[in-house]
């Protein structure tokens, strides 16, 4: 008798923890409502970020919400890194932009625009210097990078916030690392 009474306890419990099928509903339809596309939600994401200056991801959550968008923070976050939006820092603190906000001819970015916003860190060892950025960064500024078409460079290779950047010498390598650094507004401080 006493093992029953327990059983119809917990199964009570269950019950009260067990969402109904309308709540259900309700969270798989939060990154998944119906007529609702990712291209589009993208677009709208790229007008708030042109109209708004937009602190933080929960900042902008709020902004789609009321546009009838409700996405998880997961997913806001996998359209910021599909989008290439960076968060800079700026006069009035860290926005959310896209790398091409920050300036340049073109639509591109330059490297004197991105640097100063993006740039973290630099080192490196032989002919190998690594570029550290803030997230997000590492691509804008490769491309940049490339687009100087600097003979000491062989190239590059950018991940999310980090870039490989492979020199000819190793004192091509420290002279790129100083002028980068004097580009990012920073002291010669690294071993790079």
Request: proline share 5%.
């Amino acid at each position: 008798m006493h093992n029953n009474a327990r059983s119809e306890r917990q199964w009570r419990a269950r019950d009260t923890a067990v969402l109904n099928d309308e709540e259900v509903l309700s969270l798989r339809a939060v990154d998944n409502e119906p007529g609702k596309k990712k291209p589009e939600r993208h677009e709208v994401i790229l007008q708030l970020l042109s109209s708004h200056a937009i602190a933080s991801q929960e900042d902008l959550r709020r902004l789609l919400e009321e546009r009838g968008w409700r996405v998880t923070q997961a997913t806001l976050s996998r359209d910021l890194r599909q989008l290439g939006v960076v968060r800079a820092p700026t006069d009035d603190g860290a926005r959310y932009v896209r790398p091409e906000m920050l300036g340049g001819d073109e639509g591109k970015p330059s490297l004197e625009a991105l640097l100063p916003q993006l740039f973290d860190a630099v080192d490196g060892v032989s002919e190998l210097l690594v570029l550290h950025t803030l997230p997000s960064g590492a691509q804008p500024i490769a491309e940049a990078i490339d687009a100087q078409d600097w003979p000491e460079i062989i190239g590059t290779i950018a991940g999310e916030n980090t870039i490989l950047i492979v020199c000819r010498s190793s004192q091509a390598r420290g002279e790129l690392a100083k002028r980068l650094q004097t580009m990012a507004g920073r002291r010669s401080n690294s071993r790079g």
